[in-house]
């Protein structure tokens, strides 16, 4: 599966990124799942488990302030079980505390088992986050959730217009087609845009990507570490294709129920 970074490695290239002239003028900025620290080879993630007011919320919010800009990036962050902490998205502003995701769908696949180390988020209201970016409705979703199509409608319905997802996507056959695949039907079904951020290669899939409503990719990255990607959203796409195709009016209540 490759090596993991260690903690100071894995800090040092958050600090370049987050220190790259191509983030002036961003409206928001999107760092992957697991930015804090990575997954590990181990299950020991509790020792580094940070508060919302942590370290890590800290530099966001710093990035925040001096940029202008929304920051996203994902945590482990402290919950009532000491061994297990959250799997959580964090979105700061440069006024504080915007948002905090919990990721529901633990990846519990392919002989890995994220709810082992890791405490699902509630799948009540509270948890479905929502926030205005840019004059845009952005809702936050982490990795795993990609999979599961009514976590992208919960969003949709509560009057999200933009998806934002960061993942730590493992590498595999298949894994990469359905990255693409998943991102892009997630967008169409959704008539969203979708921004997806991934940690890179060797021992995940990387392949960032920016996916407009109608399902064409605008940017989309390798495998490769260290990238930053800029794409410039509008909501003419946005509008026009939600006119064209009607699909959250269209939908017959009740099919879902066999």
Same mark, same amino acid.
């Given at each position: 599966?490759?090596?993991?970074?260690?903690?100071?490695?894995?800090?040092?290239?958050?600090?370049?990124?987050?220190?790259?002239?191509?983030?002036?003028?961003?409206?928001?900025?999107?760092?992957?799942?697991?930015? =804090?620290?990575?997954?590990?080879?181990?299950?020991?993630?509790?020792?580094?488990?940070?508060?919302?007011?942590?370290?890590?919320?800290?530099?966001?919010?710093?990035?925040?302030?001096?940029?202008?800009?929304?920051?996203?990036?994902?945590?482990?962050?402290?919950?009532?079980?000491?061994?297990?902490?959250?799997?959580?998205?964090?979105?700061?502003?440069?006024?504080?505390?915007?948002?905090?995701?919990?990721?529901?769908?633990?990846?519990?696949?392919?002989?890995?088992?994220?709810?082992?180390?890791?405490?699902?988020?509630?799948?009540?209201?509270?948890?479905?986050?929502?926030?205005? /970016?840019?004059?845009?409705?952005?809702?936050?979703?982490?990795?795993?959730?990609?999979?599961?199509?009514?976590?992208?409608?919960?969003?949709?319905?509560?009057?999200?217009? /933009?998806?934002?997802?960061?993942?730590?996507?493992?590498?595999?056959?298949?894994?990469?087609?359905?990255?693409?695949?998943?991102?892009?039907?997630?967008?169409?079904?959704?008539?969203?845009?979708?921004?997806?951020?991934?940690?890179?290669?060797?021992?995940?899939?990387?392949?960032?990507?920016?996916?407009?409503?109608?399902?064409?990719?605008?940017?989309?990255?390798?495998?490769?570490?260290?990238?930053?990607?800029?794409?410039?959203?509008?909501?003419?796409?946005?509008?026009?294709?939600?006119? =064209?195709?009607?699909?959250?009016?269209?939908?017959?209540?009740?099919?879902?129920?066999?």
């Amino acid at each position: 599966m490759g090596s993991v970074p260690d903690a100071k490695v894995q800090a040092m290239s958050l600090a370049r990124i987050l220190g790259n002239p191509a983030l002036e003028g961003a409206d928001l900025i999107l760092l992957p799942e697991a930015s =804090q620290r990575g997954f590990g080879n181990d299950d020991a993630l509790s020792g580094e488990a940070e508060g919302l007011e942590g370290p890590f919320a800290s530099l966001l919010h710093e990035t925040a302030v001096r940029l202008g800009a929304v920051v996203i990036g994902g945590l482990f962050e402290i919950s009532a079980d000491p061994h297990r902490p959250f799997n959580t998205t964090v979105v700061m502003g440069a006024d504080g505390l915007r948002g905090a995701y919990r990721k529901v769908h633990l990846f519990d696949a392919l002989g890995i088992v994220e709810s082992g180390s890791v405490t699902a988020g509630s799948v009540e209201e509270d948890n479905t986050v929502v926030v205005e /970016v840019g004059g845009f409705a952005v809702g936050i979703q982490t990795c795993f959730d990609l999979r599961f199509p009514e976590a992208t409608r919960r969003l949709s319905l509560a009057g999200a217009e /933009v998806m934002v997802l960061g993942a730590a996507w493992n590498v595999g056959p298949g894994k990469l087609e359905q990255w693409q695949a998943l991102t892009t039907a997630r967008a169409i079904e959704s008539t969203s845009f979708v921004v997806a951020a991934a940690q890179p290669g060797p021992r995940y899939c990387g392949h960032s990507r920016v996916i407009d409503p109608r399902g064409a990719t605008m940017i989309e990255a390798g495998d490769e570490d260290e990238v930053v990607l800029v794409a410039q959203i509008t909501r003419e796409v946005l509008e026009a294709t939600r006119e =064209q195709m009607p699909l959250l009016g269209a939908r017959r209540l009740g099919i879902e129920k066999p």
